[in-house]
């Protein structure tokens, strides 16, 4: 399973950001899908998550400001991001339930 994100970007704080992760593996429509963040000098986080049957969690730190979506036919999780804080500024990261990963994207949050 290969997952490409993609949505790098500099957005000015209260702006929007939309993340895109395709993946290239088999069975995505039964798998949860997870959007995680690290930021310098900090641990991964979870930020969000939606199940198989599309249920969605969130951290704390995001909720109310970013949405989790999939698309299964295209084999697509989305997070859209909004009202973005200076803090939000990471490389977020997508992954599979059972434990794929893609490559990071930064986003970068300006003040």
């Known amino acids: 399973v290969q997952l490409q994100a993609s949505g790098e970007g500099l957005v000015q704080a209260g702006g929007s950001q939309r993340l895109s992760c395709t993946s290239s593996?088999?069975?995505?429509?039964?798998?949860?899908m997870e959007w995680y963040r690290q930021s310098p000098g900090r641990q991964r986080e979870l930020v969000a998550r939606?199940?198989?049957?599309?249920?969605?969690n969130y951290a704390d730190s995001v909720k109310g400001r970013f949405t989790i979506s999939r698309d299964n036919a295209k084999k697509a999780v989305y997070l859209q991001m909004d009202s973005l804080k200076p803090e939000d500024t990471a490389v977020y990261y997508c992954?599979?339930?059972?434990?794929?990963w893609g490559q990071g994207t930064l986003v970068t949050v300006s003040s």
């Open positions: 992954a599979t339930s059972d434990g794929f």
């Open positions: 593996g088999g069975a995505f429509s039964f798998k949860a």
């Open positions: 939606i199940s198989a049957n599309f249920y969605e």
